[in-house]
């Protein structure tokens, strides 16, 4: 297996700070991404991507809660698509294609 290189594990670590909300980890980890050559455009797209699966388990999570008490478990509202479906050379896989009927990564 290729090792990942300097950008890539920017990338990567830029993730699991913005994931795991660790506010340390995103002051140490984007000054570097930066002095590494990484554009703005490109921190926030991976800013959108990082925060988007964040936010998905806890939604569901929050929609869960609420479905019980309301006498509607198992209905998950939709929050949108992943900004990864959107990005230009990003491969939404098709519903036909996925085991899951899934149009996303997130789901």
Do not use: H, Y
């Amino acid at each position: 297996m290729k090792s990942l290189n300097e950008r890539e594990q920017l990338f990567v670590a830029l993730g699991a700070a913005i994931g795991s909300n660790c506010v340390p980890c995103v002051e140490t980890i984007v000054p570097k991404a930066m002095a590494a050559g990484i554009e703005n455009w490109e921190l926030r797209l991976a800013f959108n991507a990082a925060d988007f699966v964040r936010q998905k388990p806890a939604a569901k999570v929050l929609s869960t809660a609420k479905g019980i008490v309301d006498g509607t478990e198992g209905e998950v509202l939709d929050d949108g698509r992943c900004p990864l479906d959107q990005v230009d050379g990003a491969a939404a896989t098709k519903v036909d294609e996925n085991p899951d009927n899934r149009s996303s990564c997130c789901g």
